[in-house]
């Protein structure tokens, strides 16, 4: 069965700093992995996907992830947090173009300034 | 880029009613529309898939006649929470999928019921 872990309920960083918010997911043949931010009341926004090619996605916002196939994982990014980068950030998978995603946990993230 | 306009964003009714909600897709024709729940705090979960001019496919636990879901059009599916009660209340997100196969999110609705 397909599944998304998302290990952390939260992480902290202050601004200025790297942050990763970890993903990693369990999908039989190649998976298609997606990344969305929630803002409180708010619906899904997407940041950025995988699906081929390069293992290193740039997505929106500065963001990104590297997609690494032995360790299953799907880390998501950026060099320098920001306080508005604060927010729910979900990971997702699919096994076929198209089809439902499947939704890890969320993490929420919280920057400080 | 394409919108998913999903309304209303937030609605409050009382126990026993029904509410319906819609999810359009604005510039693009969506042959399939996802509908999922997020309780406070918790990852969306998919429930039920719905394919325009056909009947919707429900997860398991997800109760069909409580949730009815119509996709009658390519640009517009609705939910209708019948005979709401408070265990419905709850954050409902619809997503749409174009002819390339790319999903769109609606921006949520967050129901309360009292």
């Excluded at chain 2, 999903?6 to 009382?14: A, D, L, T, Y």
């Excluded at chain 2, 604005?26 to 996802?34: H, P, S």
Aim: a neutral charge; charged letters at 15%; one cysteine or more.
């Amino acid at each position: 069965a397909q599944s998304v872990a998302q290990p952390e309920d939260q992480v902290n960083v202050a601004e200025g700093n790297p942050l990763t918010v970890k993903c990693t997911y369990s999908v039989s043949g190649n998976p298609y992995l997606f990344w969305y931010v929630q803002y409180p009341n708010r619906g899904l926004q997407f940041l950025l996907k995988y699906i081929t090619g390069d293992n290193l996605v740039k997505g929106s916002y500065g963001f990104e992830a590297e997609f690494n196939k032995s360790q299953t994982s799907f880390h998501l990014k950026k060099p320098s947090a920001l306080v508005s980068d604060s927010a729910l950030y979900f990971c997702a998978v699919s096994y076929q173009a198209g089809t439902a995603l499947i939704f890890g946990k969320g993490t929420t993230l919280s920057v400080s300034s | 880029g394409a919108v998913v306009s999903q309304h209303p964003s937030w609605v409050i009714c009382k126990s026993g009613t029904s509410v319906k909600i819609e999810c359009r897709s604005l510039d693009f024709q969506a042959t399939t529309m996802f509908w999922y729940r997020q309780f406070p705090k918790q990852s969306l979960m998919l429930m039920a898939t719905s394919n325009e001019g056909s009947k919707a496919t429900y997860e398991q636990g997800v109760e069909k006649d409580k949730f009815l879901i119509n996709h009658a059009s390519l640009t517009l599916s609705t939910l209708t929470v019948t005979s709401a009660h408070p265990e419905d209340s709850s954050f409902y997100i619809c997503s749409a999928r174009d002819r390339e196969v790319k999903l769109f999110f609606g921006s949520g609705t967050q129901l309360s019921v009292l």
